[in-house]
């Protein structure tokens, strides 16, 4: 099982560089996708990222609440997404519209950059996938193959690689969800 973003925080303050690289690729995508969905092009991108991971460093003593930290993660990277566009006057890449209320988008306000069920998605996405993480690596690879692919893996083919009868593979799956929804609900999911 891989560790929870506590401990790898608490080894991280203990300078443990192995830690800081697991977190490093446990977040990367949702740091880059957040910075590309608030229209900043793939250099600022990739700067804002290594941003969002200076930001960590400074404040990894103030962290309080780990379980919230992929929260803290995409509200920096939001944050960080507002200066780059302020710094480089491309504040017409943004919105103009708020989707919600149909007025001008809050360009002073770094919140504004993303609507609302859009972190929320982002978020329930990184929950899942740290989740999956905590599975084993059977139960991992079974709702892969059938749920992160496209298309899916036939059932067919699940079975040879599994080694099982295809009429195990949906029992198999029933039992995996159910660890799966265990652990989500554990994290606050």
């Known amino acids: 099982m891989p560790p929870s973003d506590r401990t790898l925080l608490e080894r991280c303050r203990a300078g443990d560089r192995g830690a800081w690289q697991s977190l490093v690729e446990r977040y990367q995508r949702l740091l880059y996708g957040t910075a590309r969905r608030c229209g900043l092009a793939e250099e600022d991108a990739a700067d804002l990222f290594q941003t969002v991971w200076l930001r960590l460093l400074e404040n990894l003593d103030t962290i309080q609440d780990e379980q919230h930290l992929t929260g803290w993660l995409i509200l920096t990277a939001r944050r960080e997404a507002w200066r780059v566009v302020r710094r480089r006057g491309r504040e017409t890449s943004l919105p103009t519209a708020n989707p919600e209320t149909g007025g001008e988008a809050d360009l002073e306000d770094p919140l504004a950059l993303l609507p609302e069920a859009e972190l929320v998605r982002l978020e329930e996405q990184q929950l899942v996938r740290a989740g999956l993480a905590e599975l084993g690596e059977r139960c991992r690879n079974l709702l892969g193959w059938l749920y992160q692919t496209d298309p899916p893996v036939p059932y ?28 989500l609900e554990r994290r606050g999911f």
Do not use: F, H, M, N
């Open 156 to 183: 067919a083919e699940i079975a040879r690689r599994l080694d099982v009868s295809i009429g195990a593979i949906g029992p198999t799956r029933a039992r995996c969800l159910q660890q799966l929804r265990r652990i």
